[in-house]
């Protein structure tokens, strides 16, 4: 599970720019599926055909990052983030853009109070000593991911992007197992979530499924002094019962929860008050689609040193599998 | 001059009927098929000689002002915006309300009335009102109905040596674009949208979409432009005079990249000047085409307007113009690479 993760986590998919990471998927994926297809957003949907229902198990590859905008006269770079990027969390990071070149963030340091810290007086600092030289480099529009290398100290995963390379993990997993059913499951790698979930949109409407799960990481309340929330890593598979972008069918829910009670692992419930996930698109699609979500337990989203527990992640695999049979 | 005719139109978001006459009956006879659709957009289709893709080119009608919410007992009339409008930039500013074209003027609290924190303070649009010179609320009642629409009353001028002023450029300038572009045809099915509330949400190109179903969608913009005193280099969206602006990201879409790099090469073979949007606010149409049905390959093309969404825009005809060649030479590219075309598509189409 471990080398999975760290090769999905490293490669590039900043959102809009997901073709490498869709590459590698489709290598680890090929011949385990009846058809695989790209769809004219970017999507990458693998097929295992069946008689009975149609399930849609979303998650999305992109990953959150900073795109080019402006390059000055001495080589300096200014950014815009894509997706939710915080200033502080991108202060005194490296950024890698698709073509390997690495690049220094640092702030104007006429800056007097850190509270005035904003993204448009950041800059990106790639070593060049002219704008001709970053240009060879670097074009305006491309786009950087953050650095962070993947490791596991004790049971615990640390790495940038295990939102949501972690979730794509435990789909790669689940394909190459090959779960026993009659069920036509669309495993769907979703693009531009972070922007809005809008692969995820495009996805299901070409799909038109009978029920719909989401994979993807849930913010945790288990550090120090942190914001109240019941979701803790190692305590299991999260079952979403609600964020910002949907409420989980109840039936889909109660489908997931049967399912981690039949196979015996720890479950938890999961009610996120930031943020959403691709079922927010896909269960208004069409007529309207049940759906649900399991989520892995993960500390500092968004940061380059996102954690999350190894053992939660291999039982959302086992999770996802009993569901797929029901 | 089509443009100057188009800006002298009024078509608030909501009340877009006087635009789409105009441009329906200018165009009827040089396209195959036009409908107006149960919201308002109006769509024209003109077959191909080949017919392989289906290419959508989409402007809107509408564009941001006001509209009448109420009545003062002084016969002033109180009004909410409709669209994205700075109210700074509000008093003084001489309006139209309603079909007819009652003339009025936005006033507020002068000056010498206010006090010391007021000044300090920017003027709020609650406490703003327009003055069609009534004293009295039943004359008001009389004249203007709930709910009329408010224009900005505002002239196309000729400015120094290539620029323009008018009102609505956003977005007649992409209206004018597409209308000329209509005349020519192509091997591939061309359709042209001009829809209706872009500036309150985007609500026209949602269903436009859905009922297209295109393989590529071009957006013709009028689109901010800030390269005035005050703002640093690194913070200017787009530049006036540098050409028509392509968008990689705004807050609605990220370009197709095939799409955007196939405009790119486009300009660079046809030798025109095309400057990136250097900043990712805003939003057009293309985000909610991109996500119609199983999704549409979109890119924007813009032509750059200082003051956007005021009552006097400034627009440079050479970058109107070398926008309308740039997207002429797109099209003639999208015929003459019917196969790179074809490939980029793969597997985008949409059956459902």
């Given amino acids: 599970m471990f080398e999975t993760i760290k090769k999905l986590a490293g490669s590039f998919g900043v959102s809009g720019s ?104 950041m800059y990106i600092d790639i070593g060049a000593k002219s704008r001709e030289e970053a240009e060879k480099k670097v074009k305006i529009g491309d786009t950087a991911c953050f650095v962070g290398n993947t490791v596991m100290e004790g049971n615990m995963v640390i790495s940038k992007a295990l939102d949501n390379r972690s979730g794509c993990a435990v789909l790669v997993k689940t ?19 972070e922007l809005g979930l809008r692969g995820a949109k495009t996805s299901a409407f070409g799909i038109m499924p009978d029920m719909a799960i989401a994979l993807d990481v849930t913010d945790t309340g288990d550090t120090p002094e942190c914001e109240l929330m019941e979701v803790k890593c190692g305590g299991g598979p999260a079952i979403k019962i609600k964020d910002r972008s949907f409420i989980a069918h109840p039936e889909v829910r109660r489908l997931i929860e049967d399912s981690a009670k039949k196979i015996g692992i720890p479950y938890q419930f999961e009610i996120m008050e930031h943020g959403g996930t691709d079922t927010g698109a896909i269960h208004v699609t069409g007529g309207g689609v049940p759906s649900g979500a399991i989520s892995i337990p993960c500390r500092y989203v968004h940061s380059p040193v ?18 797929l049979k029901g | 001059m089509l443009l100057k005719t188009l800006t002298q139109i009024n078509g608030v978001s909501g009340s877009e009927e006087k635009v789409r006459e105009y441009i329906k009956k200018e165009i009827e006879d040089i396209v195959d098929e036009i409908k107006v659709d149960k919201i308002g957009n109006l769509i024209a289709y003109k077959k191909g000689t080949a017919s392989k893709f289906k290419v959508l080119l989409s402007a809107h009608m509408d564009e941001v002002g006001f509209i009448v919410t109420g009545y003062n007992d002084d ?85 120094g040596v290539d620029c323009i002023k008018a009102k609505a450029l956003d977005d007649r300038a992409g209206c004018a674009i597409i209308m000329e572009l209509l005349k020519n045809r192509y091997e591939f099915d061309l359709y042209a949208s001009f829809t209706v509330q872009e500036e309150i949400g985007l609500r026209g190109s949602e269903v436009v979409g859905y009922q297209v179903n295109p ?130 598509l793969n597997g985008g189409s949409c059956n459902v």
């Fill in chain 2, 75 to 159: 016969g002033m009339i109180k009004f909410s915006p409709v669209g994205g409008i700075d109210p700074r930039v509000l008093p003084g500013k001489r309006v139209l309300v309603g079909d007819k074209g009652l003339k009025g003027v936005i006033g507020c609290k002068p000056i010498h009335l206010q006090k010391r924190d007021e000044r300090d303070r920017n003027i709020k649009l609650k406490s703003m009102y327009i003055d069609i010179g009534c004293d009295k609320r039943d004359e008001a009642e009389k004249l203007v109905a709930l709910g009329e629409y408010i224009a900005f009353d505002s002239k196309f001028k000729e400015l």
């Fill in chain 1, 18 to 121: 997901e073709e490498e990471i869709r590459e590698v998927i489709k290598s680890e994926i090929e011949g385990k599926v009846d058809e695989i297809k790209v769809d004219a957003l970017g999507n990458l949907i693998a097929v295992k055909k069946g008689s009975g229902k149609k399930i849609m198990v979303a998650a999305h590859m992109d990953e959150i990052g900073v795109m080019a905008t402006y390059i000055d006269d001495k080589g300096y770079i200014r950014f815009s983030n894509i997706g939710w990027v915080w200033q502080y969390f991108a202060l005194g990071q490296r950024v890698m853009f698709k073509n390997g070149t690495v690049g220094a963030v640092f702030y104007e340091q006429k800056l007097k109070e850190m509270k005035d810290l904003k993204l448009s007086n």
């Fill in chain 1, 175 to 193: 394909i190459q197992e090959m779960p026993e059913t009659d069920n036509e499951i669309y495993y769907v790698f979703t693009v531009q979530e």
């Fill in chain 2, 215 to 344: 393989d590529i969608a071009i957006v013709i913009e009028g689109t901010t432009c800030s390269d005035v005193p005050d703002v640093k280099e690194h913070e200017y969206s787009t530049e006036l005079g540098k050409g028509p602006v392509l968008t990689v990201m705004d807050r609605t879409a990220l370009a197709d990249k095939d799409v955007l790099n196939f405009i790119y090469d486009t300009a660079r073979k046809h030798e025109i000047n095309v400057q990136f949007k250097k900043t990712a606010t805003g939003g057009n149409d293309a985000g909610k085409i991109q996500r119609s049905r199983c999704g549409v390959k979109v890119a924007s093309v813009s032509v750059p307007c200082r003051y956007i969404h005021s009552p006097s825009s400034v627009m440079s005809m050479k970058d109107f113009e070398s926008c309308k060649s740039l997207m002429e030479a797109v099209l003639t590219e999208l015929d003459n690479n019917n196969d790179y075309i074809l490939k980029m």
């Fill in chain 1, 306 to 323: 996102e954690m999350a527990d190894i053992t939660d992640i291999e039982n959302c695999v086992k999770l996802l599998k009993q569901c």
